[in-house]
């Protein structure tokens, strides 16, 4: 009996070391895992034995209030000092290393090898910001991107985000980025004239921001834009914003901006300061009559640029920016004759401008094939609210919407939302639109008049000093 007993406490007590000895083990790999929360706590602990708890009570709490005091002061620099850092922290034990395995196991991201060891993706860096948490992933061995996009929706709702995106970093890392908040639901101030000429970037004009907060940008250099969105989706918020963006250059006379306006309405008002005379059309013939003008107008430059290949403007030779506000009356709605001379001068500026530093600048309502009939030859779409997922396709291109370009759930609400396809029709990008008040084309209107009276100004004093040293 007492052997019986004795056999029975050595294999308690040799359970006992085992189940410390794995405990153990896990509070090691957790140390090593996660070495500053585990250095913090252990501080912490170390200061709770030799000072008190009461004692790191106070100073907790006189921390936490000066924290509090310190964001309703100046919540940038909190942000950028603190918040963003505590945050991001928080995020990544709470959000997603607490239950990372299991969420991934449900979501299907596993990889069981020959051995019966089941794999799961390693979460290696998390960054959260006021709207997003961004993930960086290593997949296992056996996973590729389409798994994860495949399962993104599943992602999504599993941690709780409003919306979830995959991208490439690399070959064996991978984004995963879930959104908390959206940042486009506020409205976005309209693009600020830059300080001078050398302050534009033809290649970066900004118009917006996209999803991340980051500015959104679009080029008037190597392609040309074309913008599809209902009646009040915002699609004047894109040539309003390029021209506030470009005003330096279009007050120096390094930009020539042309205007056709088939609703006699939204470019009216930059007139003569932006649209010249002669560079402004509303009707079928004199829309003809511009276009056979710029074309004679390319082909003489092209004919004295001789060999040059990379357009930049420079004096005497500014980049031309046509602004087509509705394309629809263009090619769908005007006689039939008026629209074939039309497609014709329009299909040579597109395939013909870019280097000789002509582009266009088109808006539409209706973007279906029978309308938009020269969709391809536009390098840059952007495609805002649209009623359904066919107008989208023929927006951007086929199969957009299996990309996440779903312009037809943008809300009226919220004017100015926008789908673009980069990285070969494969990543979607998301943005908004400055919001571009009667008050800022004024200000355009009044800074360009006022640079070019300067510019006016300058000149006649080089001349009347030309003419004195004569």
């Known amino acids: 009996m007492s052997s019986v007993f004795f056999g029975a406490i050595v294999k308690i007590l040799a359970w006992l070391v085992k189940q410390l000895a794995r405990a153990l083990w896990q509070l090691i790999v957790v140390a090593v895992c996660h070495p500053r929360t585990s250095a913090a706590i252990a501080i912490m602990s170390t200061l709770v034995l030799y000072v008190g708890w009461i004692t790191i009570t106070a100073v907790a709490s006189a921390l936490l209030l000066t924290a509090g005091g310190w964001r309703l002061a100046h919540g940038d620099s909190y942000e950028r000092f603190v918040g963003r850092w505590v945050r991001t922290w928080w995020r990544r034990w709470w959000a997603y290393r607490r239950q990372w395995i299991t969420v991934l196991t449900r979501c299907e991201l596993r990889v069981n090898d020959d051995s019966g060891r089941v794999h ?247 973007p279906t094939k029978d309308t938009f009939t020269l969709r391809d030859l536009f390098t840059r779409r952007l495609a805002m609210r649209l009623p359904t997922e066919s107008h989208t396709d023929a927006a951007l291109i086929e199969d957009a919407v299996k990309y996440g370009a779903t312009c037809h759930q943008i809300s009226e609400s919220t004017p100015g939302v926008l789908f673009s396809l980069e990285d070969g029709a494969r990543s979607v990008v998301r943005a908004r639109l400055g919001y571009v008040r009667n008050e800022d084309i004024r200000e355009l209107i009044d800074y360009i008049e006022q640079a070019q009276n300067v510019i006016d100004l300058a000149s006649r004093r080089i001349d009347r000093t030309d003419e004195m040293a004569a």
């Open 120 to 366: 799961v993706p390693k979460l290696r860096e998390v960054y959260s910001t006021r709207y997003w948490d961004r993930l960086v992933i290593r997949p296992a061995i056996g996973q590729e991107l389409k798994d994860f996009r495949d399962a993104a929706e599943r992602l999504r709702a599993a941690f709780g985000a409003r919306r979830a995106t995959v991208r490439e970093i690399s070959p064996q890392l991978y984004g995963l980025d879930f959104m908390r908040r959206d940042p486009l639901n506020e409205v976005v101030p309209a693009t600020a004239i830059p300080a001078g000429v050398d302050q534009v970037d033809l290649r970066r004009i900004p118009i917006g921001i996209d999803e991340f907060g980051d500015p959104y940008t679009v080029s008037l250099l190597g392609g040309t834009l074309c913008a599809a969105g209902s009646i009040g989706a915002g699609k004047a918020g894109v040539e309003w914003n390029i021209l506030r963006g470009i005003a330096p250059l279009t007050a120096a006379g390094l930009v020539r901006n042309v205007g056709i306006d088939p609703k006699l309405k939204e470019l009216r008002q930059g007139r003569p300061l932006i649209f010249a005379e002669g560079d402004y059309a509303t009707g079928p013939d004199d829309t003809v009559e511009l276009l056979e003008r710029l074309v004679a107008d390319m082909k003489r430059d092209a004919a004295s640029d001789g060999d040059e290949r990379d357009f930049e403007p420079r004096p005497g030779r500014p980049l031309t920016v046509i602004y087509i506000d509705e394309g629809a009356p263009l090619t769908r709605y005007w006689p039939r004759g008026i629209r074939s001379k039309i497609d014709d001068l329009l299909g040579l500026i597109l395939t013909q401008g870019r280097a000789v530093g002509y582009t266009v600048v088109f808006l539409i309502q209706e």
